[in-house]
């Protein structure tokens, strides 16, 4: 039976640690798929901070904890890490990016269509404003600059869902084999810890990574853009669901 303390001083658990922690930053850095979705979706929606910080989280939860759920299961059945690649289960998990990368252009695709019947219509849309006192107030204006009251738009709502979603069907390609590689040498608390570790990192390098482009994306003079906002997050969308289906980010 494998044991946890042995594991953990012979460092071989360790060693696995650190990968985890090394390719949970990586693998999110890497992809822009982790958090570009969230920043322009966030200006597009006049999301608040809270609300992207909170959407970001979650969706980062999501995207680990679907991964992990496999993970235990194959490393309880017994599944050896070696064993991992070319399986059917490393199969299916392919078929999971794949289903994510497709999901995401098709919901670009419709936002850019959305975005730009809004564009002709002339369509109101909303901003985020920071005050002096750190207080935030979100309100709409029309492209001809007439200001109104924030009235929640539909897609405002089901946005985050959608987005939810996809990240689930996003795998973490690299989680299951380190799970696999714990078990084998430290049982079900080698597995808890890589990934702990991993989960960790890369929801914490999501939110950061999301925290600090929405810093700077609202220091640039992109005001003569909003018109095609949605159209833009959009396209965003699409660009990173082409990276991971034909790049393979």
Request: net charge neutral; glycine share 10%.
């Amino acid at each position: 039976m494998a044991d946890l303390n042995i594991a953990l001083s012979s460092g071989n658990l360790l060693i696995l640690l650190g990968t985890a922690f090394s390719l949970g930053l990586l693998h999110t850095v890497l992809g822009p798929d982790h958090y570009l979705p969230f920043v322009m979706m966030a200006r597009a929606q006049g999301w608040s901070r809270r609300k992207t910080a909170i959407v970001t989280f979650f969706c980062g939860c999501g995207h680990v904890l679907s991964s992990v759920v496999i993970g235990a299961f194959l490393a309880w059945a017994g599944m050896a890490a070696t064993e991992w690649a070319g399986s059917r289960w490393a199969f299916w998990h392919d078929v999971r990016g794949n289903l994510s990368a497709w999901l995401l252009i098709g919901v670009g695709v419709a936002f850019i269509v959305w975005g730009i019947v809004r564009a002709f219509r002339g369509a109101t849309h909303s901003h985020a404003h920071l005050h002096s006192d750190t207080t935030e107030h979100i309100h709409e204006h029309s492209h001809q600059h007439s200001h109104a009251h924030v009235h929640t738009d539909k897609t405002s709502s089901i946005t985050p869902w959608v987005l939810f979603i996809i990240f689930i069907f996003g795998p973490c390609e690299s989680l299951i084999p380190l799970m696999l590689s714990a078990w084998s040498i430290s049982g079900i608390g080698g597995v808890a810890l890589v990934s702990i570790v991993f989960g960790l990192t890369t929801v914490i390098t999501i939110m950061g990574a999301v925290a600090l482009l929405m810093v700077g994306i609202n220091r640039l003079p992109l005001d003569s853009l909003d018109r095609w906002s949605t159209s833009l997050a959009g396209l965003s969308l699409v660009a990173c669901g082409a990276a991971i289906q034909w790049l393979g980010l």
